[in-house]
């Protein structure tokens, strides 16, 4: 079949068409011009195709094309349509359209009204009703239809992007008496057909101006597109970017901005330590504004920076990546270098009289708190000397005087006065109570638990922290034989590391669970087996054997069970027993608090101290209500118990915000971008040779060698300034100032690659408006 | 006594010390035979601020010059062949953004099948990439049309690259007495670039967008630029003669044409073969002329014409092919005629074919026996 005979043929089909159909297209203006207005991703091309394919599928020619911008999503697009009942060969854009069709409000501002002749069809999607447009479109049969509601409940694109135009072609259908069912057929054909239930719903909820005022002029409307005049400034003569006219941010769906997320280990840090940001400081070389960070939370960085388990470090991001970030390290470095630097004190305040009660890390954090704040501070203490557990209680090889000292002089040189030798009893405490305005009662866990098994008053048998105590005051003693440590935690550690310096022979740890369920430091556990300790694990002690004095521990074999509300496997005690031979028993299985200090009808809630249902000045802080059993969560507590007493003091509302638990969110591995840092091993403390450890109580960590540890830092959830924000804005919208980032709003089209290129999670998108 | 390659690399190198106390001078560089001699010489140069960059492909190597010249850097390449086939994209960024580089090309036909020899189809394919095209016929008008070029590159009514052609071996690697200028001159003739348009302390893109209207409106200002080297390079020749004594071509030269019956037309070393075959001729009684184009782009519609006057036949010699069409230079050049001559083409010296007066006095004999012009005719194929 050639061409010649085929073309009348077609001709013959269209004209059978479009008899069929003259009820319908006598009401249409032929030769028909439309003309759609869109933002890219709304889908305006093809809601002009839509059109010429349901007039063509009424028997008339049609052609379409849209009109693209040089952008993207959000960027205004034109499309075209022609409708004829003649082959249509003009092939320009349409300037002075029949029918104007405009998916988004915002566009009536930038000229989509141009050219359009007084009597043309403008149909508008917007939310506001045809009434809102009173007075203005008059010389037009002018419509709204609220398509984006539609298609969004029928779930047409995104949230973010509504794709209208299928809904918005109903209304169009309407309007200009278009059958539903050419509708229908249409999207069918084009596999649309689930969108036609929201085109039938427009074409339900379309409302059109009841008449047409000739006379009027709307005051957007402008003239055709004329052709431009328009300067062109030579290339040789560019010398700066021009301003671009198109305020690009119009298109914007979503907004990046900067926040600042909760890096894992602030969020883990009991003590409540600003670890990014004296992290941070340290890495700019700036030790006294790290200094200003640290001792913000924290007096005793000296000690933490020993003797804490660090739970930051187990929660480091850059442990998922290269090895944590040694924040300890770090924090030590701090301690023991800031020497410089001088604690800060309110002078302003007006000055309350604080008693506290206990002289370990809770009072001392307590005191410390309140101290800054301007009060008068005096602390309460059985010792000759401040530091309660972590003087006595923990040998020198791990926490020297010195460094003790150190953090507890900065306390003193605060003004905070120190009783020692002072019993606190019931008496006492009510005492305080009506002297002091506040008082703080931190006196921790000061009785060690015994376990309830035959032979424990046998000699040589001895409460851990006694022996530590006693070794730590008295100097050195001499110790031969086997010693058997009871326990698993870091007094166990301390006892048997304490016994191997005082020339035990054979020193043993007896716990009941694994290596891996002991709760000491990881890295005390490889030093003590560095020094010779042996751990017997898994066994369950059930008797001392002994007459006269010590010869053995009877050992039960432990199996694990289910997991315990610690989510460690609880042990389960069997029968099968065995014997080892020693000559000292040291327990070391805890401790608890001494709450019979307490005067009778005092009861606690919130760590406060209530009298017949009424709070009064007394505070508990501390081990003594927690049993946390780490110097971090003393601070943290003490710290915390502290500001609610100044709260009481300064008769302001309770600062419960420190213990809302509405934290920000964490910044988790997966939310950082690991391929923008250069792997980098951390740095490890230095530590004192085995040989020379063993021979005294000379200290065995010796810290890291240098701060640039903090250089691993990856600030996470914390904006470092590194820049890549701006290098990687496609816009070249994003400025610095100093340290601060601003966004260039009118340009910004929220592609959101600055967001998905920060290394560190410190930019978010946010819905726009 | 030296080759047009290193004549050439001699008028860059003395050029780029002539910007010193400006923003220096810039080279990037990647060999092709038969231009690979000059870049090499060009690299032992010692050039006061100066930068050689050695680059992997010669894409980049116009992409060095590029950003130098935007930043103000005097700037120079040389390749020829498929070399620049492969660097055209960037030849096209250098002419679009202004940027007043200039380019020896040794010209050589394009593969495959390779061939290193001579023929011009390499800078004609980029005859309406923006550049000023300079067809040499010896080694002297090389170095000469280099400083030239540099001078007509720079001026502020036309800030336009130039391309300076000499066709592969015949001059690249032909060694003839050449004069070279002293420093002195050279600074005296270039004095230091002043682009306006350069990158300075403020930061910017080059080569955004532009809308319809704005290309438009570029376009038809480089056009302009181009209607303006014609009085630049008129005022460079006057103070090049005056400063080195020799005078630059003229954009098209004329030989015995004045009352002559028939003119050879033809660009670069054939004009000089041309030239001896209309002395022969005209010994033997034949009224023949011949007219060498030495600027292609901007074409010199005015001055062919002129030229052309009252000759009523002439033979155009296209050392190229526009395939499908004929040769280049016929295809410009036969609408300047006299109305009623005849103006035949002859395509000759492809890919090094070896262009002899016997060759010429073909197209002579062949041209003078037309009644009317005909479809370009193909000398010497398969010699």
């Not at chain 1, 709304?42 to 195709?49: I, L, S, W, Y």
């Not at chain 1, 780490?630 to 609610?644: F, M, S």
């Not at chain 2, 992997?56 to 190597?61: F, I, N, Q, V």
């Not at chain 2, 580089?101 to 593969?111: D, F, P, Q, S, Y």
């Amino acid at each position: 079949m050639n061409a010649k005979s085929k073309d009348p043929e077609r001709k013959g089909y269209r004209s059978l068409l479009r008899a069929e159909n003259e009820a319908v297209l006598a009401n249409i203006p032929l030769p028909l011009e439309i003309r759609v207005h869109g933002r890219g991703g709304q889908g305006g091309v093809t809601c002009a195709k839509l059109c010429a394919l349901v007039y063509s599928r009424l028997g008339l020619f049609a052609q379409t094309f849209g009109d693209y911008g040089m952008e993207r999503a959000g960027a205004p697009v034109r499309a075209y349509t022609r409708i004829d009942r003649n082959p249509i060969k003009n092939r320009n854009k349409i300037y002075s359209p029949g029918h104007l069709l405009i998916l988004d409000p915002s566009l009536l501002e930038s000229g989509a009204m141009g050219g359009v002749r007084p009597g043309s069809l403008v149909l508008l999607n917007t939310p506001d009703p045809l009434a809102f447009f009173h007075g203005a479109y008059e010389e037009f049969r002018f419509a709204v239809v609220n398509a984006t509601q539609i298609a969004r409940k029928h779930r047409i694109g995104t949230s973010a992007v509504v794709i209208v135009n299928t809904t918005f072609v109903g209304a169009y259908a309407r309007v200009v008496g278009l059958p539903l069912e050419s509708l229908k057929e249409t999207y069918s054909s084009l596999g649309l057909i689930n969108d036609f239930e929201a085109a039938r719903e427009a074409y339900d909820s379309v409302t059109a101006g009841e008449n047409i005022n000739p006379a009027a002029v709307s005051p957007m409307v402008t003239s055709p597109g004329s052709r431009s005049s328009l300067d062109v400034i030579p290339l040789t003569e560019l010398t700066q970017d021009l301003p671009t006219p198109l305020k690009t941010g119009s298109w914007r769906t979503q907004s990046p901005r900067y926040v600042t997320l909760k890096s894992p280990c602030n969020h883990a840090c009991p003590a409540g330590n600003d670890i990014v940001g004296f992290v941070q400081k340290l890495e700019n070389q700036d030790l006294d504004a790290a200094a200003e960070i640290l001792f913000g939370t924290q007096p005793l960085p000296s000690v933490c920076g020993r003797v804490c388990p660090a739970p930051c470090m187990a929660a480091c991001n850059r442990g998922q990546y290269d090895g944590a970030v040694n924040i300890r390290g770090l924090e030590r470095w701090i301690g023991d270098h800031a020497t410089n630097y001088s604690v800060t004190k309110n002078m302003s305040a007006s000055s309350k009289k604080v008693a506290v009660a206990g002289a370990g890390p809770a009072g001392v954090s307590a005191a410390y708190t309140l101290a800054r704040a301007g009060h008068q501070v005096v602390i309460f203490d059985n010792q000759a000397k401040l530091g309660g557990i972590l003087r006595n209680g923990i040998p020198a090889y791990r926490l020297p005087e010195e460094a003790l000292d150190r953090d507890l002089n900065r306390l003193l040189a605060l003004g905070v006065e120190h009783r020692p030798h002072q019993v606190i009893t019931s008496v006492e405490l009510e005492r305080l109570a009506a002297e002091f305005d506040a008082v703080i009662l931190a006196t921790g866990q000061a009785d060690s638990i015994a376990p309830e098994f035959p032979g424990i008053d046998l000699p040589g048998v001895e409460q851990g922290l006694t022996f530590l105590n006693r070794v730590k005051t008295d100097g050195k003693e001499r110790i031969r034989g086997t010693v058997a440590v009871i326990g698993g935690g870091n007094t166990a550690l301390d006892c048997a590391g304490t016994a191997v310096r005082c020339g035990a022979e054979r020193v043993m740890i007896v716990y009941r669970r694994g290596r891996l369920e002991m709760p000491a430091i990881k890295e005390e556990i490889e030093d003590i087996l560095l020094e010779g300790v042996e751990l017997i694990l898994y066994r369950q002690p059930v008797r001392i054997i002994g007459t006269g004095s010590v010869t053995g521990l009877e050992l039960a074999e432990v199996q694990l069970g289910a997991p315990d509300g610690s989510g460690r496997r609880r042990p389960v005690v069997t029968k099968k027993l065995s014997r080892i031979a020693c000559d000292h028993v040291l327990i070391a299985i805890g401790q608890r608090p001494n709450m019979g200090i307490l005067p009778s009808g005092w009861l606690v809630r919130n760590q406060r101290v209530h009298y017949d249902e009424q709070p009064v000045n007394i505070w508990l802080a501390g081990d003594l209500t927690t049993g946390d059993g780490t110097v971090a969560h003393a601070i943290g507590n003490g710290r915390r118990i502290a500001n609610e007493a100044l709260s009481f003091l300064e008769e302001r509302a309770s600062c419960s915000m420190e213990l809302s638990s509405s934290v920000p969110e964490v910044v988790t591995a997966d939310g950082m971008r690991f391929s923008c840092f250069t792997t980098k091993k951390a740095h490890q403390d230095r530590r004192l040779d085995v040989a020379s450890r063993i021979e005294g109580f000379s200290e065995v960590n010796l810290g890291l060698p240098i701060e640039n540890e903090s250089q691993r830092c990856l600030s996470c959830g914390n904006c470092a300034h590194c820049d890549t924000c701006l290098i990687y804005c496609p816009e070249g919208i994003i400025t610095r100032l100093n340290q601060d980032y601003f966004i260039n709003l009118d340009y910004c089209k929220g592609c959101g690659v600055c967001v998905w290129e920060c290394p560190r999670h410190a930019m978010e998108m946010s819905p726009q408006g | 006594m030296i080759t047009g390659n290193h004549a050439a690399a001699m008028a860059a190198a003395m050029a780029g010390r002539a910007n010193r106390s400006g923003r220096g001078f810039c080279s990037g560089v990647y060999p092709i035979t038969p231009s690979t001699e000059c870049m090499e010489f060009l690299c032992l140069q010692d050039i006061e601020k100066g930068h050689v960059v050695k680059v992997e492909s010669e894409h980049s190597a116009m992409a060095v010059c590029v950003g130098a010249s935007a930043a103000g850097a005097r700037t120079f390449t040389t390749t020829g062949g498929n070399g620049l086939i492969y660097m055209s994209e960037n030849v096209t960024v250098a002419a679009y953004l202004r940027l007043p580089v200039v380019m020896v090309v040794g010209n050589r036909a394009i593969g495959p099948p390779w061939n290193i020899w001579t023929d011009h189809s390499d800078s004609l394919t980029l005859r309406d990439s923006g550049w000023v095209q300079i067809y040499c016929w010896n080694n002297q008008e090389v170095f000469d049309a280099v400083l030239m070029a540099f001078r007509i590159a720079e001026d502020h009514r036309t800030l336009l690259p130039v391309m300076v052609c000499q066709e592969g071996f015949v001059l690249s690697h032909t060694m003839t007495l050449t004069e070279i200028a002293y420093q002195a001159q050279v600074d005296k003739f270039l004095p230091p670039l002043q682009l306006p348009h350069r990158l300075a302390t403020t930061p910017r893109a080059l080569g955004t967008f532009d809308t319809s209207h704005m290309i438009e409106a570029h376009r038809e200002q480089h056009h302009a630029a181009m209607g303006m080297v014609w009085s630049a390079y008129r005022e460079a020749q006057a103070d090049f003669e005056r400063i080195f004594g020799r005078h630059p071509p003229d954009p098209v030269v004329t030989y015995r044409t004045d009352d002559a019956q028939l003119a050879l037309v033809s660009m670069g070393t054939i004009a000089e073969t041309a030239n001896q075959v209309v002395d022969d001729l005209r010994g033997r009684g034949l009224k023949v002329g011949s007219i060498r184009v030495c600027m292609f782009r901007p074409f010199p519609f005015d001055a062919l014409k002129q030229a052309f006057a009252g000759i009523p036949r002439i033979a155009v010699i296209d050392r190229d092919i526009s395939l499908g069409f004929g040769g280049a230079l016929w295809g410009e050049a036969r609408g300047l005629a006299e109305p009623g001559a005849i103006v035949q083409n002859f395509v000759t010296g492809l890919g090094g074919g070896d262009v002899r007066p016997e060759h010429i006095e073909e197209m002579v004999t062949e041209a003078l026996g037309l009644t009317t012009s005909g479809p370009p005719v193909f000398i010497g194929v398969g010699e």
